[in-house]
């Protein structure tokens, strides 16, 4: 396991145990991986499903979920206080009733669990869509105050290097409000990881090289993020040579902040970011860790359909990092 990992743990065992909510208790992946984390006393696991269920998959896996809590949406012992709560901050648009039947989806009564307080976050979407995962925080969670939206972010990890790339995985077409928001976002999340923040907007110009509507958004988009937080090292825009390499850095934007040393890429839509992500893992031999989702008053997060038991576990100690 890289150093990145290694360091999220030993921060964990420092803290006070955080609950992480599964949803989807009767898949294999999720189990191991509750039951690794539950016994190393990183994670303390809520399991969302029928306890035979779950306890009978436990038995024939020879996992040991004793450590783990097991949650049964059929039979949960708060049911109509969560169903109240859920009316209230979906502001009436569902009633009561309509409430109980949308809570008997695993997601959503993980979240509430989340919003509720019983939980400090949650790991879902080994056995569903992004939209089944992220709806339900979007409605329930929400975004932090001054943020609009929710974005996804890799830590790009190879040996002792580490950078950040967002937004990667949730906004097809940022505005330069978005852009703004996600490099504000990323910064802060880059430090969870270890990484001090120099963030780099990138664009296919480097400081006017190239006009066009694209390019200013870019623009436009580094003067909110300034003015968001005024601290925050920052520049743009920037080809990914001129915010990556010193040399041409030093030819292209020699009086920029960012002398070919940025450490949190920002990208200009989501079709670069993906692509970008994807080649830096496949060409570059970096290990992409993520999606983490940013900016949510508490952590969900989002693992592929075809995760492995480790993208579970690994997931998951993000998401207890996260939490606070």
């Known amino acids: 396991m890289s150093d990145l990992f290694e360091g999220l743990k030993t921060s964990l065992q420092e803290r006070d145990l955080k609950k992480i909510v599964f949803p989807e208790a009767t898949d294999e992946r999720i189990l191991t991986a509750a039951g690794r984390l539950a016994s190393e006393g990183l994670v303390q696991p809520l399991l969302v499903g029928s306890k035979g269920e779950v306890e009978k998959l436990a038995a024939s896996l020879e996992v040991d979920i004793s450590k783990c809590e097991i949650v049964d ?7 109509d206080e969560m169903a109240d709560a859920f009316v209230e901050r979906r502001n009436g648009r569902e009633n009561k009733e309509q409430a109980e039947q949308i809570l008997k989806d695993e997601n959503y009564f993980g979240t509430m669990l989340v919003h509720m307080n019983e939980a400090d976050g949650l790991v879902s979407g080994a056995a569903h869509s992004t939209s089944d995962t992220v709806r339900p925080a979007l409605q329930i969670i929400k975004t932090k105050e001054g943020v609009n939206k929710t974005s996804g972010m890799f830590v790009m990890v190879r040996d002792d290097e580490k950078y950040v790339f967002a937004d990667c995985a949730i906004n097809i077409a940022p505005t330069s409000e978005d852009l703004a928001e996600i490099a504000v976002e990323s910064a802060k999340t880059a430090k969870l990881f270890d990484v001090e923040p120099r963030v780099a907007m990138l664009s296919f110009s480097t400081k006017g090289s190239a006009k066009s509507e694209e390019t200013e958004r870019v623009v436009e988009a580094l003067a909110l993020a300034k003015e968001k937080d005024a601290s925050l090292i920052i520049d743009g825009e920037f080809q990914f040579d001129a915010a ?10 020699p ?7 940025a450490t949190v890429f920002v990208f200009p839509s989501l079709e670069a970011g993906n692509i970008g992500y994807k080649l830096t893992e496949r060409l570059g031999g970096f290990e992409a860790v993520g999606p983490v989702l940013q900016g949510l008053n508490k952590p969900v997060n ?4 075809g995760c492995s038991t480790e993208d579970v576990y690994k997931l998951a100690l993000i998401t207890a990092a996260q939490a606070k």
């Open 73 to 79: 949406p059929n039979d949960y012992g708060k049911s």
């Open 244 to 253: 990556f390499v010193p040399s041409v850095a030093a030819k292209k934007a």
């Open 255 to 261: 009086d920029s902040v960012i002398q070919g040393d």
């Open 302 to 305: 989002d693992l592929s359909r």
